[in-house]
């Protein structure tokens, strides 16, 4: 899979927030956009995921074929863990996971009793997501995009809301979760977040163009 991002720019009402990012990502890949708070990051991930509509430019997919990837297809290939994805808090996380994978498929070679283990929260799995800590929802957003099939895999500020021994448990789940064969996009102000990520993409390269 290729992603080619064309001349993105978005705006609200006058003010661009960036402009002109060209760039193409590639499987095997590793990127970190990277930016403060309010720069802009959060904003090209949901352009990408086609949760936005850049306000110029293009976003486009080609499959392994170099073919398109239509839009109503492009969902199929996602997934994201970040904070402005919401879970269902009345349902339990093994009524979760069960619901979540109607719609995706594991990555090859995890079941689903894999994924309650590596997850570390097996021994909750009955207890309703409204009942779970920030930091053990957000263990459940990382490990449902990063343990889904999808080729493209986006993180939104990945460590929020992880304790010390949730920010190694991530680092763990991402070698479970297949990049190799995945374009990664991280999001983040965080060295700990993005460290390993073999380009960065700096957001203010691509202000007040």
């Not at 070679?109 to 929802?137: A, C, E, H, T, W």
Request: charged share 25%; aromatic share 10%.
């Amino acid at each position: 899979m290729k992603l080619f991002l064309e001349h993105i720019g978005r705006r609200y009402n006058r003010d661009w927030i960036f402009r002109d990012i060209d760039l193409t990502m590639s499987v095997g890949g590793s990127y970190a956009i990277l930016g403060p708070n309010g720069s802009g990051k959060s904003t090209l991930l949901k352009i990408i995921s086609g949760q936005l509509s850049p306000s110029e430019g293009a976003v486009r997919y080609e499959d392994s074929k170099q073919q398109p990837i239509l839009p109503e297809h492009v969902y199929k290939e996602i997934s994201i863990a970040a904070p402005y994805v919401d879970l269902i808090e009345e349902f339990s996380f093994q009524e979760l996971v069960d619901f979540h994978f109607q719609f995706k498929k594991l990555i090859p070679g995890i079941s689903k009793d894999d994924l309650y283990d590596i997850s570390n929260l097996s021994p909750v799995k009955q207890r309703q997501i409204k009942y779970f800590s920030s930091g053990m929802k957000q263990r459940v957003k990382l490990i449902l995009a990063c343990l889904s099939q999808g080729t493209l895999l986006l993180l939104d500020e990945p460590m929020s809301n992880l304790d010390t021994e949730g920010e190694e448990w991530m680092l763990e789940v991402l070698k479970h979760a297949k990049i190799e064969s995945r374009v990664l996009i991280i999001a983040s102000n965080q060295l700990k977040e993005y460290e390993f990520c073999k380009e960065k993409i700096h957001i203010s390269d691509y202000k007040n163009k």
